[in-house]
C-alpha cells in the first residue's frame, strides 16, 4: 500500500506560482511511474504531466506544457509540481497518483491517488 501526500496548494493571483508537493510512503518508490492530475468542479479528472520511476523526461498535457514543471526526488520520495504563470481556468483539487505501468498514467488510471489539494487562482 502506498500512501500519498500532497502539499502546496492555496490561493495565488493570476500570473503567479506555486509549487505542489507528493510525498510516498513506499520504500520502493523508484518502482513507480507518478503523475499529476487535476479536477476542477463539475469536470472530469485531467491529466497534466508523468515521469517514470527512475525520473527521465516528463510528459506534459498540452494545457500545462511551458508552464508547468514535475519533477522527482528519488532519495525524498517525492515529486512536484512548479507551476507557472498560473491562470483562474487553473483552478482545481491537485492529485498525485503512483502506478506501476507509466503508460496508465495517461489515461488517468492509476493504482494510487493522493487526497488532493486545493489551488484557486484569482483573476
Known sequence: QV???ESGGGLVQA???LRLSCAA???TFTSYAMGWFRQAP????????????????PRYADSVKGRFTMSRDNNKNTVYLQMDSLKPEDTAI????ASIN?????????????QGTQVTVSS
Open 42 to 57: 463539475e469536470k472530469e479528472r485531467e491529466f497534466l504531466a508523468a515521469i517514470r520511476g527512475g525520473g527521465g523526461t
Open 25 to 27: 510512503s513506499e520504500r
Open 94 to 97: 491537485y492529485y498525485c497518483a
Open 15 to 17: 500570473g503567479g506560482s
Open 3 to 5: 500512501q500519498l501526500v
Open 102 to 114: 507509466y503508460y496508465s498514467l495517461y489515461s488517468s488510471t492509476a493504482d494510487y491517488w493522493g
